[in-house]
């Protein structure tokens, strides 16, 4: 179905700001809600962040990340971005976009809610 791609990870100090981009291909995404996440060696995979699409766009955050972190999606690109801003040690991980299904307007935080996964980009907030 669709195909999902990571760019923008790198290294950086703590209180700098990072910006990741997801691109799709293989079909038009529609109203279908993105979303990041991120995991930590030895961690397990956290939500971090979706954007949905009623009548526009909708956003929702991990408390970790609130005030820090903005989704953003482009629908006549196919594109979704994440805005780091204020980064820490502790965001340090491989971060995920995904993609969900179309028509599906509430906030999804659950891996299971999403059909679509890119391969990770990594991030390094050195202190």
């Known amino acids: 179905q669709v195909q999902l791609l990571e760019s923008g990870g790198g290294r950086v100090q703590a209180g700098d700001s990072l910006t990741l981009s997801c691109a799709a291909s293989g079909r038009t995404l529609a109203n279908a809600p993105w979303a990041w996440f991120r995991q930590a060696p030895g961690k397990d995979r956290y939500f971090v962040a979706t954007?949905?699409?009623?009548?526009?766009?909708?956003?929702y955050y991990a408390d970790s990340v609130k005030g820090r972190f903005s989704i953003s999606r482009d629908n006549a690109k196919n594109t979704a971005d994440l805005y780091m801003n204020n980064l820490r040690p502790e965001d340090t991980a491989v971060y995920y976009c995904?993609?969900?299904?179309?028509?599906?307007?509430?906030?999804?935080?659950?891996?299971?809610?999403?059909?679509?996964w890119g391969q990770g980009t990594q991030v390094t907030v050195s202190s």
């Open positions: 954007v949905a699409y009623w009548r526009g766009p909708n956003t």
């Open positions: 995904a993609v969900g299904r179309d028509d599906e307007f509430y906030f999804n935080v659950e891996e299971r809610d999403y059909v679509s």
